[in-house]
Nanobody, 125 residues
Framework: VQLVESGGGLVEAGGSLRLSCAAS????????MGWYRQTAGEQRELVAS???????NYADSVKGRFTISRDNAKNTTYLQMNDLKPEDTAVYYC????????????????????WGQGTQVTVSS
């Protein structure tokens, strides 16, 4: 299983970016997907998450500015980030809570939590 993020970059304050994260490999189903961010010396924090049924959760600091969505057919999640602020600068990581097949026994599955490699978002003032 692999998660690959894209869409990071440098943007001026007030600008927008859209992050994408595609999960690939031997996946049976994906429960929740989420975006986290981390700055140097700080703990990784939840930015937004979305369940398979579309229920979403946001950090207070991004409510009204960021929107998480997903395409279940493509095992992909997106994070639309608007009105970006310098304090949004961080490495953004994609996360997926999923089931993958147990190759030893048919019709059984393992649950795993996977992370992407991270994508840098830099917002200049």
């Amino acid at each position: 299983v692999q998660l690959v993020e894209s869409g990071g970059g440098l943007v001026e304050a007030g600008g927008s970016l859209r992050l994408s994260c595609a999960a690939s490999g031997s996946i049976f189903s994906i429960n929740a997907m989420g975006w986290y961010r981390q700055t140097a010396g700080e703990q990784r924090e939840l930015v937004a998450s979305i369940t398979s049924s579309g229920d979403t959760n946001y950090a207070d600091s991004v409510k009204g500015r960021f929107t998480i969505s997903r395409d279940n057919a493509k095992n992909t999640t997106y994070l639309q980030m608007n009105d970006l602020k310098p304090e949004d600068t961080a490495v953004y990581y994609c996360n997926a809570d999923l089931l993958f097949p147990n190759t030893a026994y048919s019709d059984t599955y393992f649950r795993g939590v996977y992370w992407g490699q991270g994508t840098q978002v830099t917002v200049s003032s």
